[in-house]
């Protein structure tokens, strides 16, 4: 039985790198006009309230978005997606955040074509309220783990899957590498984009290690760390791109010092980095 829900973080540090990777992958490769697929393989609710009970439990969001959005200074590669988050604002105040379905509906083209996947049946039925009637875009109620694989290679041949498990189990850490290896086996030119999370325990570190060995190459890795990594709970997160658009670890260059300003890290924390996990 699963029981993370994400609306209880939603806007977090981690959402914020997460979403603001999605929206700069997306637009490189929207640089080109052929339909691209977007398969979310852990969608979540895909839209949150953050007046909710459970998003003010512990308002992650203050400490994520709402910094950004207080910022003055946004970076031009920044804007497009604080479009995404002000287009469920429209008034200026800070009430709903989009998670990764919606981000990537927002700057989804005519051609472009949508999946998203959620096994939680609350998080499913929102998910269906969301987008389940909105053209070129299909909701499943699924495990993951076992419907990916079926479906890859999409038609369009061109495109993004995301993967952002809740590492709820620790199976999840196994499955993540497997699945990804499933998957690149099956469709070797698809950008992944895979979410990890930072925390004391070390099974992060070993997940890394398994994927740097599967033989998989241009895996990029962005991280940002907001505490040490002593202070227990989610210090920070990270992402693996498979196969980055052209330009996207310039432009993550360019943004990276800024977020770690504008979420005010400390000084003597890591902050955010980029490197390859395994390079061409
Ligand atoms: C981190 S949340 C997703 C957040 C979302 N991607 C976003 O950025 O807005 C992870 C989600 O995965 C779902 N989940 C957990 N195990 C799953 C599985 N095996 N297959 C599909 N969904 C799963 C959880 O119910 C949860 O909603």
Redesign the pocket.
């Known amino acids: 039985m ?1 029981s ?3 609306a209880f ?2 806007g977090n540090h981690a ?1 914020v790198l ?2 603001l990777v999605l929206t700069r992958t997306l637009l490189a490769l929207q640089r080109k006009p052929a339909a691209l697929c977007y398969i ?7 839209h949150y309230d953050l007046g909710s009970g459970m998003a003010l439990k512990v308002a992650e969001f203050e400490q994520g978005i709402a910094r950004i959005l207080a910022r003055s200074d946004i970076p031009t590669l920044v804007e497009p997606w604080l479009e995404a988050v002000r287009r469920l604002n429209p008034d200026g105040e800070l009430r709903h955040y989009p ?3 919606a981000v990537a509906r927002h700057f989804m083209r005519p051609q472009d074509r949508m999946l998203l ?4 049946p609350t ?1 499913h039925a929102l998910l269906m309220k969301y987008f389940g009637h909105q053209p070129r875009c299909r909701v499943l109620q ?4 076992v419907t990916l694989k079926a479906q890859l290679p999409p038609p369009e041949k061109r495109g993004i899957v ?1 993967i ?3 590492y ?1 189990l620790k199976s ?1 850490y196994r ?1 993540t590498v497997e699945t990804l290896q499933q998957a690149h086996d099956r469709w070797g030119n698809g950008v992944y984009l895979l ?1 990890y999370p930072l925390l004391t325990r070390r099974e992060t570190d070993r997940m890394l290690d398994r994927i740097s060995t599967t033989g998989i190459r241009r895996v990029l890795r962005v991280a940002l760390a907001v505490r040490g990594a002593d202070s227990g709970g989610l210090w920070g997160s990270g992402m693996l791109i498979v196969n980055p658009p052209w330009q996207l670890d310039t432009e993550l260059q360019t943004i990276l010092p800024w977020l770690t300003q504008a979420l005010e890290v400390p000084p003597g924390i890591r902050g955010t980095s980029l490197d390859w996990l395994v390079p061409e």
């Open positions: 699963l993370y829900r994400h973080h939603a959402d997460k979403h979310d393989t852990h969608a979540g609710a895909g998670g990764s379905p996947i959620e096994k939680h998080d699924d495990d993951a783990w995301l952002d498990p809740s709820e999840d499955q979410w």
